[in-house]
């Protein structure tokens, strides 16, 4: 991931760690069943997939319909950038898997150095910007729709990252059981979670070399991560005060 940032690095990560998993783990890993399980009939499977159909084909004619949403308040060319929001977004929250640290490598490929919506340091605020907020690797989708196109380009990134996948996540709500006792979705589980670790380093990597070197900036890493693994403090208090000691040393010094 650090040599080969994109996203087909990303699936060829998750797909070797997935093979693997199966190959060493699938022998240790018990298979459970339940008989309630059994019981599950294909037409309940099918009722909950309908309306996942009807919303997604919704989807589809809203992002390629934003040219003609958009026509009379806004100039064409805005138009067409607002559906091209929709498009990378939205392809991304389906395609990109393993969390939101792990595809920052995959992000910041796509907008930084493919379509150049933001620089490098733009892309680092944007992520530190979500951190204090829900769902915050994804929300940066907001930070970088309104740096390409204001307030609308806000809303439809943040739309077209969150609603494709919860969406999915609905339908596939309905199949958890089978999911659970799974013994080759449990194997494919114990592959993938040494992948993402490295891909979590990578997203770190990512990240650092795009800061200020400061000693400042060490200072709060170091203090964070002895914080965060020794003291087991929540990191919902650990990112603002983070915030403020970098606003108290900076300013300072």
Not at 100 to 106: F, M
Not at 146 to 152: E, Q, R
Not at 167 to 177: N, Q, R, T
Not at 187 to 196: E, T
């Amino acid at each position: 991931m650090i040599f080969f940032r994109s996203f087909y690095t990303t699936v060829l990560i998750m797909a070797g760690g997935a093979i693997l998993g199966l190959l060493f783990y699938r022998k240790g890993v018990e298979e459970k069943t339940e008989p309630e399980l059994a019981q599950k009939t294909s037409k309940q499977n099918i009722r909950s997939f309908l309306p996942v159909v009807v919303v997604l084909l919704v989807l589809i004619g809203l992002v390629w319909g934003f040219p003609l949403l958009f026509h009379e308040q806004a100039t064409f060319t805005q138009a067409l950038l607002l559906r091209d929001i929709a498009m990378t977004f939205s392809g991304m929250s389906l395609t990109l898997f393993g969390g939101g640290y792990v595809i920052i490598p995959a992000i910041h490929e796509i907008v930084v150095e493919g379509l150049n919506w933001v620089t490098a340091k733009e892309f680092t605020d944007a992520i530190a910007m979500g951190q204090i907020t829900p769902g915050p690797i994804f929300i940066s989708a907001t930070f970088i729709g309104y740096k390409v196109a204001n307030f609308w380009g806000a809303l439809v990134a943040t739309i077209a990252i969150f609603f494709p996948p919860a969406i999915l996540m609905i339908f596939c709500s309905g199949f958890m059981d089978q999911i659970k006792q799974s013994r080759i979705i449990s194997a494919i589980f114990k592959g993938l979670r040494p992948a993402v670790i490295g891909m979590i380093f990578s997203a770190a990597y990512t990240i650092g070399k795009g800061m200020e070197m400061h000693w400042a900036t060490w200072l709060i890493f170091i203090g964070v991560l002895f914080l965060s693994i020794k003291l087991k403090i929540n990191v919902a208090y650990l990112i603002p005060l983070s915030g403020l000691t970098g606003i108290l040393l900076f300013s300072l010094f």
